[in-house]
């Protein structure tokens, strides 16, 4: 077989199926950020100020980290692959980055090239490659946008739903569309970024994506809901909760990330580390993180577990309420599943040995960019 045509037999190429999933991740991400905001609307007629601020501070933290990323990366990419940006100059992408529209220029122009280069009978490897990586960009500015808005709205919405008995139609949909932006983020983050590396196997589609998945759903909405809880404990407890996020920032330093090429953008890049780390494990450094794992989640379970007792003990007329057994059964169950499902992947369904195939054609080809290799990796 000659050697140009190996990596398409042993690499899947950019498919219609994955055009139509970017087209899918952008309807969710508008749905999910004009869900927030028009219940942040809402909240101010309501006169409740405060979770108004609240719920659209999250949406503008989320929104200005993935636009200070994109933007930097848009720079990276200009200097050291001698890309154009699509014809737009230095000032034009400081504008839409500031206009807070970066990230859609992104998904356009993925969507017109990629759209392109599927009509073509022709497309080089080379292409395929740099299409993964543009991919690969936007499925980790969503996984920065899941952990910063996502992730706390649903915290947020949880805690004004059990605390202050407070429900409405759009409070429900927002937390649904969170939660469904939360489960396309972190598969299409997985995919994309073992697609992107030529080294990596790819992720096995099927039953090993549905496993990988329901382990991240799993061990997530139990720490969502016991993050809750500990709030409900007392609005002070949120320095707790901080004082977790510095230890997983912390421990981002010690193991010295090198994701960006500016100092600053390290340093928040890290803190970023320690947000996600706050509600389910990632290897920081792509090392072999057992026993890390493994020290992560024996806490994450005593924490977890200890808020509810917690509650009861300081606070026991949170007993006797409706909502109070049926979260501990839950929390409880929830981990369990989700820590089975994380054994079941990572026992039999985990591609381990890198992809040799596409080294033996010739393609010892780095990814399009180094920070594909740098980011978090599980």
């Not at 055009?19 to 991400?29: A, E, M, Q, S």
């Not at 050291?80 to 970066?102: P, R």
């Not at 356009?108 to 490659?129: C, I, P, V, W, Y």
């Not at 169950?333 to 040995?353: E, I, N, T």
């Amino acid at each position: 077989m000659p050697e140009t045509t190996i990596m398409t037999t042993t690499r899947k190429r950019f498919s219609w199926f994955r055009w139509l999933c970017t087209v899918f991740g952008l309807l969710f991400y508008l749905a999910d950020i004009g869900s927030d905001v028009l219940l942040s609307v809402q909240y101010f007629k309501d006169g409740h100020v405060t979770w108004a601020a609240l719920t659209l501070v999250f949406v503008l933290a989320g929104s200005l980290c993935i636009q200070i990323f994109s933007y930097s990366w848009f720079k990276d990419d200009k200097e050291n692959y001698g890309e154009d940006n699509k014809g737009l100059s230095t000032c034009h992408l400081i504008g839409i980055h500031v206009l807070q529209i970066g990230i859609f220029t992104r998904y356009g122009h993925l969507l017109k090239r990629s759209f392109k280069a599927l009509r073509s009978d022709n497309t080089t490897d080379e292409e395929q490659f740099h299409l993964f990586g543009l991919a690969t960009d936007l499925s980790m500015l969503r996984m920065f946008e899941m952990f910063l808005e996502s992730v706390p709205q649903l915290v947020l919405q949880v805690y004004i739903i059990l605390e202050h008995n407070h429900h409405s139609k759009l409070q429900y949909i927002s937390m649904a569309l969170s939660f469904l932006t939360i489960a396309w983020a972190t598969v299409d983050y997985r995919r994309c970024f073992r697609r992107s590396l030529p080294n990596l196997k790819e992720m096995p589609s099927g039953i090993p994506t549905v496993v990988y998945l329901s382990y991240k759903i799993f061990t997530i909405t139990p720490r969502i809901l016991s993050l809750t809880l500990f709030i409900m404990l007392s609005s002070f407890n949120t320095v707790a909760v901080a004082f977790i996020w510095l230890v997983g920032t912390v421990w981002a330093f010690v193991e010295e990330t090198d994701f960006c090429t500016s100092r600053v953008l390290e340093h928040l890049y890290r803190a970023i580390v320690g947000v996600i780390l706050l509600f389910t494990f990632f290897n920081v450094k792509g090392e072999n993180t057992k026993v890390h794992m493994s020290v992560y989640y024996i806490f994450n379970v005593g924490q977890n577990l200890a808020a509810p007792v917690l509650l009861y003990l300081f606070k026991p007329e949170y007993g006797g309420n409706d909502f109070f057994l049926p979260i501990i059964f839950f929390i409880f169950v929830s981990h369990s599943m989700g820590l089975g499902f994380l054994a079941l992947y990572y026992s039999l369904l985990h591609p381990r040995q890198p992809c040799t195939e596409d080294q033996a054609d010739g393609q010892n080809q780095e990814p399009r960019t180094t920070r594909s290799k740098h980011f978090l990796q599980i």
